[in-house]
């Protein structure tokens, strides 16, 4: 945690070993607020280790005042970032193990008290900003059970998210016990020990104690408040160790990887390390620069980095559209470790995804935001922060509104005659808009290849969205869905059920009720539709079907919860590649065995088409089931295939022969009799029936005026 710390004067027990037997000394207690104070913290840190080495090993009741001041300021510095949050934000923490007084309106609870919780626009539901107390009560506190003792080594605390008030704690106590009915509250050894609270509502401030407190309940007692009496917490604490309790968030990791939160520096460090230990399998590149000039770095992982294989899907796994929600961009990195090191050790199931999918994994979608994030640190970022680029664009709902030119169409009947229900140009002077540099660089990555399948991590909710993400104008009450409908159904249920935890949604969601129906998914449309979104554009304008995974309530978890992350995602984040084999696949080429490349393949009742790549090369994502499949390009006549999709892994085969047509010749005999009326063309055409037969599978206007369909 990077922040800037002062320090008051106060008196605690100067001594660390059971055994010591010591005067109260003079001591710090901490104050941290988010200004940076690394290069502090690093020399503090240098010169505590160079004292230790001078010092001798003396019992702490032979010390002098100022050697165990010096000890106490030691020991201050030691714990001033040792102890993780207990878990209110990330509600590792439940809902029974909040307590409060009292509350003002039923919607402002001892459960919303979590740091970080975000309140309904409307002022009066059940789902308030903050935990708020009753006014007419004389007596105010907020108590967290931790369920067994703990070392509580201090708390942040922050006022209520509302854009009405501006409601916040100033000033409050802290109390302790281990049966919640004697309690203890902090002092100096003269008098209980006031702590300053927040400035404002929305910036978190942390108080650190100058030693652990070991109790199994706290309490932070209120004395002073900003407008109406309103507080968010999270609680610091350390668990003790013990031959019978196990935390939570205490895990041992499987795998030997890297847990730890990077940097812009550190992150491209780290991609490079896993290039030089798998260069055959691994590519580093970038996919554009951010408004403040930092490469949006990419790792290619596939057994041919650097270029298409004609057959092979690509896959795509984005993180960082919004730089405080870090979680994903640590996943990813540790993805690209893993995959490295377990294809190294000859996985065979790794073996196979690198073999059979060319994998692009970008960790940093926003890498300026990213980095005032880093400097804040995981719990003093508040919720917004580090949300929007350096010029205030939203990257995830940035891009071209392609939605309502393709519903506008349909309303008209122009689909697919005039306006196609895929690859939706964009519209003119589209790149020169409100677009960001960032955006920009995303939809000419998107653009570039032959993405089939692809996800954008988030956080501060924990499930999986999938499109439309834009609500259709409101014509009916009907919610817009897409034509592929249940197939994204069925890939946001294929991350969401390999997560360990994502669909105990008996829990409810971070914010309200469960929205999932106990599924961990939901369309983002009838949750909360964006206009503009990255899911809908990539739909409408390429061939990539892409969703949102939100990974958890707390954007920015602490560094020690990243193994218990990892362990939680890693079999889904697998496991969402490999749908990537689902459905068919297949080449489009001539009779000669050309390739053809941006040749069209329809499914019958899908009303959404894709495009072959360059090597005429696609993969159509498909449930299982038997589909009449038609692959068009121009200047070929159509064919049409039944394809069988399978329960079996793997895409079915369906592969197309086009004949070439003999349009070019009649386009020919129409230059040749341009001035004539088409409609004077077509009753001489009517005598060469199978010119007529075949101008009905080329052309609908000839297909209705020459054959009467």
Known sequence: ?????????????????????????????????????????????????????????????????????????????????????????????????????????????????????????????????????????????????????????????????????????????????????????????????????????????????????????????????????????????????????????????????DYRHHNYKEMRQMMKVINEECPNITRIYNIGKSSQGLKMYAMEISDNPGEHETGEPEFRYTAGLHGNEALGRELLLLLMQFLCKEYNDENPRVRRLVEGVRIHLVPSLNPDAYELAYEMGSEMGNWALGHWTEEGYDIFQNFPDLNSILWGAEDRGWVPRVVPNHHIPLPENTLNGSLAVETKAIISWMERNPFVLGANLQGGEKLVAYPFDMQRPPRSVTLRETPDDTMFRWLAMSYAHSHLTMTETYRGSCHTDDVTGGQGIINRASWKPVVGSMNDFSYLHTNCFELSIFLGCDKFPHESELPLEWENNREALLSFIEQVHRGIKGLVRDTEGNPLPNATVSVEGIRHDVKTASGGDYWRLLNPGEFRVTAKADGYTPQTRLCLVGYDSGATPCNFNLAKSNWDRIKQIMALNGKRPIRLLLRSLKRHTPLCLYFCSEWQTVQTLCCGT
């Open 1 to 257: 945690m990077n922040k800037h710390c002062t320090s008051t004067y106060g008196n605690i027990l100067c001594g660390s070993w059971p055994e010591s037997k010591v005067h109260v000394k003079t001591c710090f207690v901490t104050y941290c607020f988010p200004i940076k104070a690394e290069r502090l913290r690093k020399k503090w840190e240098q010169e505590e280790e160079e004292r230790l080495k001078q010092m001798s090993v003396v019992p702490l009741q032979h010390l002098s005042d100022r050697a165990c001041v010096c000890l106490c300021l030691s020991m201050c510095l030691f714990f001033l970032s040792e102890c993780p949050p207990l878990g209110l934000e990330s509600h590792r923490v439940e809902d029974d193990q909040l307590l409060a007084s009292s509350q003002s309106h039923h919607g402002f609870t001892a459960q919303r008290g979590r740091l970080n919780m975000q309140g309904s626009t409307d002022e009066e539901d059940v789902y308030g900003g903050a935990w708020c107390a009753e006014p007419e009560e004389k007596y105010h506190w907020f108590e967290v059970d931790a369920r067994r003792e703990v070392e509580f080594s201090g708390l942040i605390t922050q006022g209520r998210n509302s854009e009405q008030h501006e409601d916040f704690v100033s000033s409050y106590y802290v109390a302790f016990s281990n049966d919640s009915r004697d309690w203890t509250t902090l002092h100096d050894g003269y008098a209980e020990w006031l702590f300053y609270g927040n400035v404002d509502k929305d910036t978190p401030v942390m108080v650190q104690f100058d030693m652990p407190v070991v109790a199994r309940y706290i309490r932070i007692l209120p004395q002073s408040w900003n407008g109406s009496l309103c507080l968010r917490a999270e609680i610091l604490a350390c668990q003790l160790p013990s031959q019978y309790y196990h935390s939570e968030n205490e895990v041992t990791p499987s795998d030997e990887l």
